[in-house]
């Protein structure tokens, strides 16, 4: 039986690259960031957290909790974007901030990144900050019960390698995964060896296969919330409806929305606005309402 063609077979490699590298499809990219600032500079300065958590042995493996006022609070844990390669938490404290005024606990981890790391230590590393809060979140004010997922670009990628995990093979009650809210996300990390970013990526085809979240099973039932910016180049906005057919094939029933006049970075400032779809998302994988 011949194999199908890659989706992406037929694009030039400028055109490949500007389909698969969001800097180069925005290149005003760091705008968006500057304007978040003072949102983020005032979570950091207004919110109780409690900083540097570690879940592993490195430096990276740190997570920031901001913790809700009620014990016993839901946990929702947000991982940023990057590409595998740039970021930290202390640029997101923004995301806690409409949370926890919903009584959300909230837990931002940093993970291991390109090209200190591969691509599997990336991987590996999210899911032991999951793994840690799942054990530990309670003695910070969580319930380790009622752990949901957000994560954007690189970071919903994060999101489906948790809801890909046997838990209960690392000893841990499957079920605690509350929902998972993913927002223009990479789930095959294979055409990004086709980009200048794959310098420093160092994806093999090897390594792609491991993490191809587009072709391993989800081994989750939560429910899954997946989201991407409608002026976002047609084959990264694709990703989101392949992953998501990808769910449906294994019996899920995700929700799917194109939101419009958005692109990949301005698309994070639903998490500043109350009534957003994303927003409203997250609540709900929290168990917090938001419909």
């Given at each position: 039986m011949t194999s199908r063609p890659s989706p992406w077979a037929s694009l030039s490699p400028e055109e490949h690259e500007f389909h698969f590298n969001p800097q180069r499809a925005f290149p005003d990219f760091a705008t968006h960031k500057l304007r978040r600032a003072p949102a983020n500079e005032a979570a950091l300065a207004g919110l109780r957290r409690e900083a540097e958590l570690a879940y592993g042995p490195t430096p990276r493996h740190r997570l920031d909790i901001y913790p809700a006022a009620r014990p016993g609070a839901p946990v929702h844990v947000f991982f940023h974007g990057g590409y595998w390669r740039a970021n930290d938490k202390n640029g997101f404290a923004y995301i806690a901030a409409a949370l926890v005024r919903h009584g959300i606990t909230v837990a931002i981890p940093n993970y291991e990144l390109c090209p200190d790391a591969t691509l599997d230590g990336t991987v590996a590393s999210a899911r032991a900050?999951?793994?840690?809060?799942?054990?530990?979140?309670?003695?910070?004010?969580?319930?380790?019960?009622?752990?949901?997922?957000?994560?954007?670009?690189?970071?919903?990628?994060?999101?489906?390698?948790?809801?890909?995990?046997?838990?209960?093979?690392?000893?841990?009650?499957?079920?605690?995964?509350?929902?998972a809210v993913m927002t223009s996300g990479i789930y095959d990390p294979l055409p990004a060896m086709l980009t200048s970013v794959n310098e420093d990526l160092r994806l093999t085809p090897e390594i792609a296969a491991r993490n191809d979240f587009e072709h391993l099973p989800p081994l989750s039932r939560a429910p899954a919330h997946l989201f991407v910016g409608g002026r976002e180049p047609w084959h990264w906005i694709d990703q989101t409806f392949r992953y998501s057919h990808h769910l449906r094939r294994h019996g899920g029933d995700p929700e799917v929305h194109v939101l419009p006049g958005h692109d990949h970075f301005d698309i994070l400032d639903q998490y500043l606005a109350e009534e957003s779809p994303i927003l409203r998302a997250v609540l709900r994988a929290a168990g917090a309402g938001g419909a």
């Open positions: 900050a999951i793994a840690w809060l799942a054990r530990h979140a309670g003695d910070h004010g969580g319930d380790p019960t009622a752990i949901s997922l957000s994560g954007h670009s690189a970071g919903a990628h994060l999101c489906a390698a948790v809801l890909a995990t046997d838990w209960a093979a690392q000893g841990l009650a499957p079920g605690f995964i509350s929902g």
